[in-house]
């Protein structure tokens, strides 16, 4: 360990299962941690959950470590190297005799089984196991699912039995009062781990053999399992009770009358939680190089919260001298979830922020095609054009100031490839540092840990400095200010433009003295700093359109929907799962990347 294979020949389940041969045992990762036998609670040989709730009692009085978030530039639709650059950051603090660890989030069914691929990282700078890391791991993203579904089982049998009995006998048989839900205000879905696009909007309860004991008839829809509340809750969550506490408050629906229905109305919460008490303790794995991973919650900044939990940062901040998580796609959505949410919850100050960048984003928004997933690269990419790299640069400057509101230097560190060039490199140099960020040139895919000292010396120099961190809002400004906000300081856009329903939502919402005080968990394309992706660069005369605004009352978030992005994705026409296969002779799972 690491994989000596080449990674300009070999694909990265080639090079994870050629390092998996010398992998460190889980109890080997667990005391390289810092953690006792006690608080490391084995699932195999190789991965392993952790007692959080053991660990942070027994450090309750360390001082914590240096808090370091990885965010990156708009992406194009194959991704920038972000999980990539995060094992590369962490192995290269290794290589430099540093104390360090990761929290990264669960891969999706989704992408791993569509165009993405999974989110171990890549070439040299991945962890591993990497088959059961994006096959399901430990269970988490199943047990949020039962526990999501469970409340639309709870909700859809009581809009049956409050058609289909009177009062006195709905009282009788359930031993609750009618709610009075209406069907057509159901905020809550169906979730799956997959993206499926013909689950988006269904029709579900239509009446079979057993007639009006099949079901309630009405507009259902599934979304992504990691868009859940659920998901939200288990990043958020501080501890079980704050989660059950939590649980209780997801809005499902609500009444004919307008009041919010939720788990905790249905009966159903204290269920809920009891399929989540697993998830609570992070997962935990290990870089090709051996450094510890945590793994807890779940990806997807475009559509959910898409941090690390703040279980886990707690327990790596406690155990590791340098602890680095991550937020999901660019500056704009997931650093500025992870700055105004995840901070402001967890009551945790990032030290230093890591925006990522690579020529190949670069050139797509100076003005290259834009790469089509399952397709070959187009030739744009592998030939040198210092002019798109220097005009996309501007969208790489609006995430540097993204980072800079919130009172920190970030660095930037540029996710070096074999097809970039010294003059393409330079230019990059030259922009960022004429903003005042530093620079770091990175070749951790290509060289593992030895590719990313200067990149790892560049932010143990950068935790040095002072921060003066500071929230873009607080929650006492009106629900449209803080929208507008966001969408004027943080995307560039002009203003902002409401649906009726939307409206309609914001004006409920705000006359609710809790819910007017939740954070704000925007949903947006990743693909631009606009709410069309086909935008590029940083987009000028444009206003972000607000379509509806959902409540997400356990995780303390009102999420405001913009442009046309579902919370369910859909399967590319060329998808990954017709490139995994098993090996019947040794079991091992080929084509997961």
């Given at each position: 360990?690491?994989?000596?294979?080449?990674?300009?020949?070999?694909?990265?389940?080639?090079?994870?299962?050629?390092?998996?041969?010398?992998?460190?045992?889980?109890?080997?990762i667990g005391e390289k941690l810092g953690l006792t036998k006690d608080e490391l609670l084995p699932q195999g040989h190789y991965i392993g959950k952790i007692d959080f709730k053991a660990v942070l009692d027994r450090l309750k009085d360390r001082p914590n470590g240096k808090y370091i978030d990885v965010t990156a530039i708009t992406p194009t639709p194959l991704g920038e190297g972000k999980s990539t650059s995060s094992m590369g950051l962490v192995q290269g603090l290794g290589k430099i005799g540093k104390n360090v660890c990761a929290a990264i989030r669960q891969p999706s069914g989704g992408p791993t089984m569509n165009i993405k691929g999974s989110a171990a990282g890549g070439g040299l700078a991945q962890c591993i196991p990497l088959t059961p890391f994006s096959l399901g791991f430990t269970g988490d993203i199943n047990a949020i699912m039962n526990a999501h579904n469970l409340a639309m089982v709870a909700l859809t049998s009581r809009l049956q039995h409050e058609r289909n009995y009177n009062d006195e006998q709905l009282e009788r048989l359930s031993g609750m009062k009618r709610i009075d839900i209406d069907p057509t205000r159901v905020e809550m879905g169906w979730v799956m781990d997959f993206c499926c696009q013909s689950l988006r909007n269904i029709i579900i309860g239509i009446d079979g053999v057993n007639g009006k004991t099949d079901g309630y008839m009405m507009k259902s829809k599934f979304g992504i399992a990691v868009s859940s509340e659920v998901m939200a809750i288990l990043a958020m969550a501080t501890d079980l009770k704050d989660m059950r506490e939590?649980?209780?408050?997801?809005?499902?629906?609500y009444t004919k009358q307008g009041k919010p229905v939720t788990t905790e109305d249905l009966q159903v919460a204290g269920a809920m939680t009891a399929w989540m008490v697993d998830a609570l303790n992070p997962s935990l794995m290990?870089?090709?190089?051996g450094q510890p991973v945590i793994v807890h919650a779940g990806p997807f900044a475009n559509i959910a919260i898409g941090q690390s939990s703040i279980i886990a940062d707690r327990i790596g901040l406690k155990l590791a001298d340098y602890h680095v998580t991550e937020s999901g796609f660019g500056a704009d959505i997931g650093f500025e979830k992870f700055w105004n949410l995840k901070c402001r919850y967890s009551g945790l100050v990032p030290d230093c922020a890591v925006v990522v960048a690579t020529i190949r984003?670069?050139?797509c928004h100076g003005g290259a095609p834009v790469p089509v997933p399952g397709k070959a690269m187009p030739i744009e990419y592998k030939t040198e054009n210092v002019g798109w790299v220097e005009k996309g640069c501007a969208n790489l400057i609006h995430h540097i100031r993204n980072v800079r509101k919130a009172g920190i230097s970030p660095v930037v560190c540029i996710n070096a490839f074999y097809t970039d060039t010294p003059a393409e490199i330079k230019k990059v140099r030259e922009l960022c540092e004429a903003e005042g960020a530093k620079v770091a040139l990175s070749r951790h895919w290509e060289k593992g840990g030895d590719g990313a000292i200067e990149f790892a010396e560049a932010v143990v120099e950068a935790c040095e400095e002072k921060t003066e961190f500071k929230f873009l809002y607080e929650l006492e400004m009106p629900i449209k200010d803080r929208i507008s906000l966001i969408a004027k300081e943080v995307y560039g856009a002009d203003g902002v433009e409401y649906s009726n329903e939307a409206n309609a939502a914001i004006d409920r919402i705000q006359k609710d003295p809790h819910l007017s005080k939740l954070g704000m968990c925007m949903v947006k394309t990743h693909l631009s700093l606009s709410d069309n992706p086909a935008l590029k660069g940083v987009p000028k005369?444009?206003?972000?359109?607000?379509?509806?605004?959902?409540?997400?009352?356990?995780a303390g978030f009102i999420v405001p929907v913009a442009g046309a992005i579902s919370l369910m994705p859909g399967t590319s026409s060329n998808p990954a799962f017709k490139r995994v296969d098993v090996d019947v002779n040794t079991g091992k799972v080929q084509g997961v990347f």
């Amino acid at each position: 360990m690491p994989s000596s294979l080449d990674p300009t020949k070999h694909a990265d389940w080639e090079i994870a299962q050629d390092a998996e041969k010398e992998m460190l045992k889980i109890y080997e990762i667990g005391e390289k941690l810092g953690l006792t036998k006690d608080e490391l609670l084995p699932q195999g040989h190789y991965i392993g959950k952790i007692d959080f709730k053991a660990v942070l009692d027994r450090l309750k009085d360390r001082p914590n470590g240096k808090y370091i978030d990885v965010t990156a530039i708009t992406p194009t639709p194959l991704g920038e190297g972000k999980s990539t650059s995060s094992m590369g950051l962490v192995q290269g603090l290794g290589k430099i005799g540093k104390n360090v660890c990761a929290a990264i989030r669960q891969p999706s069914g989704g992408p791993t089984m569509n165009i993405k691929g999974s989110a171990a990282g890549g070439g040299l700078a991945q962890c591993i196991p990497l088959t059961p890391f994006s096959l399901g791991f430990t269970g988490d993203i199943n047990a949020i699912m039962n526990a999501h579904n469970l409340a639309m089982v709870a909700l859809t049998s009581r809009l049956q039995h409050e058609r289909n009995y009177n009062d006195e006998q709905l009282e009788r048989l359930s031993g609750m009062k009618r709610i009075d839900i209406d069907p057509t205000r159901v905020e809550m879905g169906w979730v799956m781990d997959f993206c499926c696009q013909s689950l988006r909007n269904i029709i579900i309860g239509i009446d079979g053999v057993n007639g009006k004991t099949d079901g309630y008839m009405m507009k259902s829809k599934f979304g992504i399992a990691v868009s859940s509340e659920v998901m939200a809750i288990l990043a958020m969550a501080t501890d079980l009770k704050d989660m059950r506490e939590r649980m209780g408050k997801i809005v499902v629906a609500y009444t004919k009358q307008g009041k919010p229905v939720t788990t905790e109305d249905l009966q159903v919460a204290g269920a809920m939680t009891a399929w989540m008490v697993d998830a609570l303790n992070p997962s935990l794995m290990q870089t090709l190089e051996g450094q510890p991973v945590i793994v807890h919650a779940g990806p997807f900044a475009n559509i959910a919260i898409g941090q690390s939990s703040i279980i886990a940062d707690r327990i790596g901040l406690k155990l590791a001298d340098y602890h680095v998580t991550e937020s999901g796609f660019g500056a704009d959505i997931g650093f500025e979830k992870f700055w105004n949410l995840k901070c402001r919850y967890s009551g945790l100050v990032p030290d230093c922020a890591v925006v990522v960048a690579t020529i190949r984003a670069l050139k797509c928004h100076g003005g290259a095609p834009v790469p089509v997933p399952g397709k070959a690269m187009p030739i744009e990419y592998k030939t040198e054009n210092v002019g798109w790299v220097e005009k996309g640069c501007a969208n790489l400057i609006h995430h540097i100031r993204n980072v800079r509101k919130a009172g920190i230097s970030p660095v930037v560190c540029i996710n070096a490839f074999y097809t970039d060039t010294p003059a393409e490199i330079k230019k990059v140099r030259e922009l960022c540092e004429a903003e005042g960020a530093k620079v770091a040139l990175s070749r951790h895919w290509e060289k593992g840990g030895d590719g990313a000292i200067e990149f790892a010396e560049a932010v143990v120099e950068a935790c040095e400095e002072k921060t003066e961190f500071k929230f873009l809002y607080e929650l006492e400004m009106p629900i449209k200010d803080r929208i507008s906000l966001i969408a004027k300081e943080v995307y560039g856009a002009d203003g902002v433009e409401y649906s009726n329903e939307a409206n309609a939502a914001i004006d409920r919402i705000q006359k609710d003295p809790h819910l007017s005080k939740l954070g704000m968990c925007m949903v947006k394309t990743h693909l631009s700093l606009s709410d069309n992706p086909a935008l590029k660069g940083v987009p000028k005369g444009w206003n972000l359109k607000i379509r509806e605004v959902l409540t997400y009352g356990g995780a303390g978030f009102i999420v405001p929907v913009a442009g046309a992005i579902s919370l369910m994705p859909g399967t590319s026409s060329n998808p990954a799962f017709k490139r995994v296969d098993v090996d019947v002779n040794t079991g091992k799972v080929q084509g997961v990347f």
